[in-house]
């Protein structure tokens, strides 16, 4: 299990989360996906555009999150994966997370 507790309650408590994907150039495309729902390895956003971030999973699935909050003192997390659109939801699957406080 990548998403520990405490990891989990960073990202659900975050008031944005920023989801990172790489175009077909390699050049980053960073946005502020609002909040997510985790579920188990998975953190769930609802697509409200994302256009270019659809675009460019479909050619790399590979995706980062970062959550932070104040709440109990600063926290911060970046988790590394993959990702892809399902219908009205992108899910995003972590691989790997780090701390970054």
Do not use: C
């Not at 990202?11 to 150039?25: H, M, N, R, Y």
């Not at 609002?34 to 999973?57: H, P, R």
């Not at 990702?83 to 780090?98: C, E, N, R």
């Amino acid at each position: 299990m990548i998403i520990n507790d405490e990891i989990k309650a960073v990202i659900e408590g975050s008031a944005f989360i920023t989801l990172v994907t790489v175009g077909a150039d390699g050049t980053p495309h960073p946005i502020i996906a609002g909040k997510g729902e985790v579920s188990g390895d998975q953190v769930i956003f609802g697509i409200y555009k994302m256009e270019v971030t659809q675009k460019n999973l479909k050619t790399n699935d590979k995706a980062w999150i970062v959550g932070a909050m104040k709440d109990g003192g600063p926290k911060g997390y970046r988790l590394a994966g993959t990702a892809k659109a399902a219908g009205k939801q992108l899910i995003f699957t972590a691989q790997t997370a780090d701390a970054m406080i």
